[in-house]
């Protein structure tokens, strides 16, 4: 497809169980970004990946959470013993790799946690 | 730590009455600041970078406009489909990738 594709669109899961979440970023792109989106609020970083290395996660707000992008394309994000607090919107972008251009936002993966 | 404020948290326009939005930031050193629009159950869709003071960027109705500490995004003549949340974001030059936004203004255009 033309943009970033996440799944699933929705996503509910009980307090304690792990949930994985999926980005296809747009052709080519040598970045991909994860953030967190809270109610009301503007995103919040996560986690940076260029081609399948990880070179910042120090958005992660725990060792809960897990990250990998294993051939550099898809990315999978991982929350493990899952919480309340970790109910949000998960956004994933990617980029062409260029230092300042802009980042490419899928529309989300909407988590709830019961 | 960079930060960025938005202002106002909410604006309502009537049709063709034409306002701007505010962005202040902090940060160490500007790479570049980032205007993204927001429609409900969607991701951020990139509207304008801005690399250095003085500069201006125009699509359609909109114009992004940069100061060495706040930008405006400039809304003329608005119509009902402006109707959305604008995010700002800032990223620094430090080397980090990662984009640090404001809240947002949700914007609502009435007919």
């Known amino acids: 497809g033309a943009g970033v594709s996440q799944s699933p669109r929705y996503k509910v899961a009980k307090r304690g169980q792990d949930v994985a979440l999926r980005c296809d970023p747009i052709?080519?792109?040598?970045?991909l970004f994860w953030y967190q989106q809270a109610l009301g609020q503007g995103p919040e970083f996560l986690t940076y990946f260029q081609n399948e290395a990880q070179l910042d996660k120090s958005g992660l707000p725990s060792d809960r959470f897990f990250a990998e992008r294993p051939e550099g394309s898809v990315s999978t994000l991982k929350i493990q013993r899952t919480q309340q607090e970790d109910s949000a919107v998960y956004l994933c972008a990617s980029g062409d790799g260029g230092g300042n251009q802009p980042q490419h936002f899928g529309d989300g993966t909407r988590l709830s946690i019961l | 730590e960079d930060q960025v404020t938005q202002s106002p948290e909410a604006l309502r326009l009537q049709e063709g009455e034409s306002s701007s939005l505010n962005c202040s930031y902090t940060v160490s050193g500007l790479r570049g600041l980032f205007w993204y629009r927001q429609d409900p159950g969607k991701g951020p869709e990139f509207l304008f970078t801005l690399y250095s003071a003085g500069e201006e960027k125009e699509k359609e109705r909109l114009k992004a406009t940069l100061t060495k500490k706040e930008s405006f995004l400039h809304i003329t003549a608005p119509k009902p489909e402006d109707s959305a949340t604008y995010l700002c974001?800032?990223?620094?030059?430090?080397?980090?990738?990662?984009?640090?936004f404001g809240s947002g203004t949700r914007l609502q255009v009435q007919p």
């Open positions: 974001a800032v990223q620094d030059a430090a080397g980090r990738r990662a984009l640090t």
């Open positions: 052709s080519g792109h040598v970045s």
